[in-house]
């Protein structure tokens, strides 16, 4: 479904006078909007309905009559339900054959000067309106179409139209250009990649399988990768002239082998063996088709056509090993290296299902890609990227197009996020799953069993059972994993997703006005999150980021809060290699290139372990100067000074948070700009 406001200003036709004849004119003019844009959109549109807005309940007409001239400002609102993705989004529309004069005439006269002759490859001749656009710009043809047709039929001025298609496409963008528009020639990177692995002899075992793992490939990634020029074996001339960033994000590609008998037991051999095979495909690869790799102790890494493709392998044995360790089940105490390598293997087996579930659906709903990467850029942006896996992200929206009654699918991406918000707002997560079933792979007892087993955790929680195992706050069932242990088993918890559900329904509300035409300002209020509710802040050098670019907004942290630690930022790295690393050469600039580095998901990483269960980190996985803490309840420092102020002790707490933030800036130093100290913890 897609919305339009129309405000019809100034027009003579719709003066308080005429408006209150016998004969409404506001209804004859919704007809002739409606009839005019069936006639420009044509086969693109299913339905076109025109109506005028409701008259706000305040409104007042006094003695004198005054209020009358509000009626003919009452925008018409459009809605519009496209018939399919191949008409609705094409580039041309064809009108009648030259030879037809009668008809050429009329198409000319509709489409004044877009109307021009074209010779097809079948050697017709005829009568087409191009709407010109890169292809990542195609959701907004219709756009293009109603503007053009209403400004040229009714005189309408922009001012008096507000169309609702590319308000929230800012989110998505990077250097003023979608990232999406580098896909098709990550895809075909892809196809060249699986058959150079298909292509490698001289290894004990052939390669049988090859599967994409990176959301890049499904469409959902926010920022796909863009092709990098140092990521080649050819030097490309024109590299000298823009920024090089010093990071290149990695896609993980799983491969899968010929079955053997010789491969060892042990987890830990396992790995070797796996870190071995992957070491001998790189030096194969480069030795037969030149492509340049980089291997480390954990990865290895290809790089080819712009883009690094991370190598996994899972053999046959994974899947009975995962099995017999319990795919979601609690993973034996001991060796942690062999902790460390189940969890792999089952990290790599879920991507594995879930990538084989999601990858057909891109395919029948265009609009389901740009849904998933608004709802992951507003997820980020509010700072729930270590709440929300991007997977339960793709589940959510995908739940929106399997099963959407009471509508149709969402034909348009504001469509889709709105919905996305209300779904996460309005479902009831404590007493009902959401079932995801996109290939209709579940029967119906099975759901039935679905939802006794969900019943079952629930009920734990009011002690029936004894036991304290209530399930994940938010329970989302898939074929392959029935008891929502996957994606949300641990996160988000119960306050996480009580703060996630408040967020997306002031959204959803803020939205639902946008959208309605009830406000006009507002759509980037939708991803700027508020500051204030958190009870520290860390504020980072914006020049030390791997993507400054995908920052949406300037942190704006109140005035009066003083930090409570500053720090000089790092001259060891920076995001874009400097023009004297470039003039270097080719070489010399591809020593500095960094594959995976991200500085902040390092430092996120060393403070959740060298300061664990002493606050909450909320951050934004996309590029956020800013990452919020929220004390945590169980800190021990926390419980120390409860239990002196019981003992009516001396409590040193403002030393001990101040100790805390400064050790906090300690930890990522060369990268914290400042700390600021919004609110002292509270002591029970």
């Not at 025109?50 to 459009?78: F, M, T, Y």
């Not at 010109?132 to 907004?140: A, D, F, I, S, V």
């Not at 980020?380 to 009654?405: I, K, N, Q, T, Y």
């Not at 914006?542 to 500053?566: C, E, H, M, W």
Request: glycine residues 6%; aromatic residues 8%.
């Amino acid at each position: 479904m897609c919305h339009w406001r129309i405000i019809p200003v100034g027009k003579d036709h719709m003066k308080p006078p005429n408006i209150c004849m016998d004969k409404e004119h506001s209804r004859v003019y919704e007809k002739q909007v409606e009839l005019l844009l069936s006639k420009g959109l044509g086969d693109r549109a299913r339905l076109v309905r025109v109506l005028h807005r409701s008259i706000p309940a305040n409104w007042h007409i006094d003695e004198n009559l005054q209020g009358l001239e509000c009626l003919g400002k009452v925008p018409l609102l459009v809605g519009i339900l496209i018939s399919d993705f191949e008409k609705a989004f094409r580039m041309i529309d064809v009108g009648p054959s030259a030879d037809n004069k009668i008809e050429s005439a009329k198409f000319r006269s509709f489409w004044g000067e877009k109307s021009e002759l074209r010779r097809f490859k079948d050697g017709i001749i005829a009568e087409t309106a191009v709407w010109e656009c890169e292809h990542w710009e195609k959701h907004l043809i219709i756009k293009k179409i109603m503007e053009y047709t209403l400004r040229r039929h009714l005189s309408l001025s922009s001012q008096d139209i507000s169309i609702v298609g590319d308000q929230l496409d800012f989110t998505l963008l990077q250097g003023g250009k979608d990232p999406i528009a580098s896909t098709p020639t990550l895809l075909d990177a892809l196809d060249v990649l699986s058959k150079c692995l298909r292509g490698v002899e001289d290894l004990p075992l052939r390669i049988s399988s090859v599967q994409p793992l990176d959301s890049a490939f499904r469409h959902t990634s926010v920022f796909p990768p863009m092709p990098h020029p140092l990521a080649t074996d050819k030097e490309k001339r024109q590299y000298s002239d823009i920024l090089v960033p010093t990071c290149i994000q990695t896609l993980e590609v799983m491969i899968q082998l010929e079955g053997s008998g010789k491969w060892p037991i042990g987890e830990i051999a396992i790995e070797k063996t796996k870190s071995a095979f992957c070491l001998k495909i790189a030096e194969s690869m480069q030795k037969r088709w030149g492509i340049l790799y980089v291997a480390a102790e954990d990865a290895v890494d290809l790089q080819m056509a712009g883009f690094a493709f991370r190598l996994r392998i899972l053999y046959e044995k994974d899947k009975s090993l995962i099995k017999k360790q319990g795919l979601f089940g609690v993973l034996p105490v001991g060796n942690l290296q062999n902790t460390n390598c189940v969890l792999l293997e089952k990290d790599l087996l879920l991507r594995s299902q879930h990538s084989s579930m999601l990858n057909g659906l891109q395919g029948l709903h265009p609009v389901y890609g740009p849904t998933v990467r608004l709802a992951k850029r507003w997820i980020c942006s509010h700072m729930f990227s270590g709440s929300l896996a991007d997977e339960a992200v793709e589940l959510l929206v995908a739940h929106l197009f399997v099963r959407p009654f009471p509508f149709s699918a969402p034909c348009s991406r504001v469509t889709g996020f709105l919905r996305f918000l209300r779904l996460v707002a309005y479902h009831d997560w404590a007493l009902s799953p959401l079932v995801v079933d996109v290939n209709g792979d579940l029967t119906m007892k099975e759901e039935g069993q679905i939802m006794a087993q969900f019943i079952a955790r629930r009920k734990d929680s009011r002690g029936e059972s004894g036991a304290n195992n209530t399930g994940p706050a938010m329970y989302i069932a898939t074929p392959y994993d029935w008891e929502s242990e996957s994606w949300t088993s641990f996160s988000p918890d119960n306050l996480s997703l009580k703060r996630l559900i408040a967020y997306a329904r002031s959204s959803a509300e803020l939205l639902t006005r946008l959208v309605g035409g009830e406000v006009l300002e507002g759509w980037k209020s939708l991803f700027r999150t508020p500051l204030q509710c958190y009870d520290a802040l860390i504020l980072l050098h914006r020049d030390k980021l791997a993507y400054p670019s995908q920052i949406l907004f300037n942190a704006d942290i109140k005035q009066g809060s003083l930090p409570v630690t500053t720090q000089e930022a790092s001259m060891d790295f920076f995001p874009y290699l400097s023009p004297l690393v470039i003039r270097k050469g080719f070489q010399e600039a591809r020593n500095h290139l960094l594959v995976g580095f991200d500085p902040v998901k390092y430092f996120l990483h060393d403070l959740k372990t060298d300061m664990p269960k002493v606050f909450n980190i909320w951050h934004d996985a996309f590029g956020s100067e800013v990452i919020g803490l929220t004390w945590n309840k169980e800190a021990p420092f926390l419980k120390d000074a409860a239990q002196k102020r019981k003992r009516k002790e001396p409590d040193p707490t403002n030393f001990d948070v101040r100790n805390i933030l400064e050790e906090v800036a300690n930890v990522g130093t060369g990268l914290v700009k400042t700390v600021h100290l919004l609110k002292s913890p509270k002591y029970n």
